[in-house]
């Protein structure tokens, strides 16, 4: 049974990452910190890609499943997403996800690459909800996810702290049932 | 003048953790797998003590490398027995934000001296680590532990809901936390 459907979508395909080529892309992304912040809660920093390559290829973890997602126009890498934090008894997993490529942000590529991903989570790996948290000054991703199928679960006060301020830990998480009523909804 | 003695309560004190002792007996309260379940975020089964003493001596060599966690034994002051631990499994610095894990063995010490190990680590947290912000994750189903948060200045901010599976259903993994502002008011309420 030849398959490639369920991780291709209507903007972006999930594929397997090429560290080299993924490496490299990423000390171009992370020169861009606002890509950086949104992303991470550590402090934004440049790195090399030979030293990230090598991240990589010491640190990675088969409980973690990495994808770089592309553009199905060009095939392009605009991305990456993860699941990870494996909870396979209450089947639980966290989703990361981040676009590279500035200008593939608000026109719905990050979206439908989350949409492959809950696809993924519940049809393939059969898990019973996935979480993720977001920083509270990051409205598109916020809507990004809300638009996945994502609910609000709650807000971790003044978490972070970011220009001389603080920020909120937004907590969401979609079931299984949830994302079953989505599906019918589609199709009806 | 400060307050000198961030390891030594009215009835507790904070003790560097015994590899050998503690893990045995960390390994008889692991049998209890609510116990489980609190201290660790990995799947609660009764652990051989060989394998506790090994993630002790993880937790004290990444302190003192990285300083990137703290993980003190709980012990009674008058006896010495040992009734738990405190654990902050991860520190983010540059947010001055961290996670708190306490476990004491026994729900009858729990209920005795819960509130003073939660009082004892929010000391340490805010007045010698600096930090500005601390979560407690508590399983939906360890109500003691819920009610020890509450009744320490702590506020409940998540409910991720069917997060965990235990005893045969689903619960929601509750997220609890505590600001320095939340602590300065329970240091007022306390001396009222």
Same mark, same amino acid.
């Given at each position: 049974?030849?398959?490639?459907?369920?991780?291709?979508?209507?903007?972006?395909?999930?594929?397997?990452?090429?560290?080299?080529?993924? #490496?490299? #892309?990423?000390?171009?992304?992370?020169?861009?910190?606002?890509?950086?912040?949104?992303?991470?809660?550590?402090? #934004?920093?440049?790195?090399?890609?030979?030293?990230?390559?090598?991240?990589?290829?010491?640190?990675?973890?088969?409980?973690?499943?990495?994808?770089?997602?592309?553009?199905?126009?060009?095939?392009?890498?605009?991305?990456?997403?993860?699941?990870?934090?494996?909870?396979?008894?209450?089947?639980?997993?966290?989703?990361?996800?981040?676009?590279?490529?500035?200008?593939?942000?608000?026109?719905?590529?990050?979206?439908?690459?989350?949409?492959?991903?809950?696809?993924?989570?519940?049809?393939?790996?059969?898990?019973?909800?996935?979480?993720?948290?977001?920083?509270?000054?990051?409205?598109?991703?916020?809507?990004?996810?809300?638009?996945?199928?994502?609910?609000?679960?709650?807000?971790?006060?003044?978490?972070?702290?970011?220009?001389?301020?603080?920020?909120?830990?937004?907590?969401?998480?979609?079931?299984?049932?949830?994302?079953?009523?989505?599906?019918?909804?589609?199709?009806? | 003048?400060?307050?000198? @003695?961030?390891?030594?309560? &009215?009835?507790?004190?904070?003790?560097? &953790?015994?590899?050998?002792?503690?893990?045995?007996?960390?390994? %008889?309260?692991?049998?209890?797998?609510?116990?489980?379940? @609190? +201290?660790? @975020?990995?799947?609660?089964?009764?652990? +051989?003590?060989?394998?506790?003493?090994?993630?002790? @001596?993880?937790?004290?060599?990444?302190?003192?490398?990285?300083? *990137?966690?703290?993980?003190?034994?709980?012990?009674?002051? *008058?006896?010495?027995?040992?009734?738990?631990?405190?654990?902050?499994?991860? +520190?983010?610095?540059?947010?001055?934000?961290?996670?708190?894990?306490?476990?004491?063995?026994?729900? %009858?010490?729990?209920?005795?001296?819960?509130?003073?190990? %939660?009082?004892?680590?929010?000391?340490?947290?805010?007045?010698?680590?600096?930090?500005?912000? /601390?979560?407690?994750? /508590?399983?939906?189903?360890?109500?003691?532990?819920?009610?020890?948060?509450?009744?320490?200045?702590? &506020?409940?901010?998540?409910?991720?809901?069917? +997060?965990?599976?235990?005893?045969?259903?689903?619960?929601?993994?509750?997220?609890?936390?505590?600001?320095?502002?939340?602590?300065?008011?329970?240091?007022?309420? &306390?001396?009222?």
């Amino acid at each position: 049974m030849m398959d490639t459907s369920t991780l291709t979508g209507k903007l972006v395909r999930l594929k397997a990452l090429e560290i080299e080529k993924h #490496a490299a #892309a990423l000390e171009r992304w992370v020169q861009d910190s606002e890509y950086s912040r949104l992303l991470n809660i550590e402090p #934004a920093a440049l790195w090399p890609a030979k030293q990230m390559q090598e991240w990589f290829e010491k640190e990675f973890k088969a409980d973690t499943i990495f994808f770089g997602i592309h553009s199905l126009e060009d095939d392009r890498l605009i991305g990456d997403t993860t699941l990870g934090g494996f909870d396979w008894t209450a089947g639980n997993a966290w989703v990361g996800i981040g676009l590279g490529e500035r200008e593939y942000w608000g026109k719905g590529y990050g979206t439908d690459a989350m949409r492959l991903v809950l696809r993924f989570a519940f049809r393939e790996l059969n898990l019973n909800r996935v979480s993720l948290d977001v920083f509270e000054y990051n409205p598109r991703g916020i809507r990004s996810y809300e638009n996945a199928g994502f609910k609000h679960e709650g807000r971790g006060r003044s978490w972070l702290m970011r220009d001389g301020r603080r920020w909120d830990m937004v907590y969401m998480g979609i079931l299984r049932s949830e994302w079953k009523e989505l599906q019918r909804q589609k199709k009806d | 003048m400060i307050g000198t @003695q961030l390891f030594s309560g &009215v009835n507790l004190r904070l003790a560097a &953790v015994d590899a050998e002792k503690d893990a045995a007996q960390e390994s %008889v309260w692991t049998h209890d797998l609510s116990y489980a379940a @609190q +201290m660790r @975020q990995a799947i609660a089964h009764p652990l +051989m003590a060989l394998e506790i003493k090994k993630q002790y @001596q993880e937790n004290v060599k990444e302190s003192s490398e990285k300083g *990137t966690q703290f993980f003190f034994a709980i012990r009674l002051k *008058t006896d010495d027995r040992l009734i738990g631990f405190m654990h902050l499994p991860w +520190m983010s610095w540059s947010n001055r934000s961290t996670f708190l894990r306490i476990g004491i063995g026994e729900t %009858v010490d729990l209920l005795q001296y819960g509130c003073e190990a %939660v009082e004892m680590a929010l000391g340490y947290i805010f007045n010698e680590l600096n930090l500005y912000r /601390v979560t407690a994750p /508590v399983p939906g189903y360890n109500l003691e532990y819920a009610a020890l948060y509450e009744g320490t200045g702590f &506020v409940l901010e998540v409910h991720q809901r069917e +997060m965990c599976y235990r005893a045969g259903r689903r619960w929601d993994m509750l997220l609890y936390g505590c600001l320095a502002e939340d602590w300065e008011k329970l240091k007022k309420e &306390v001396e009222s």
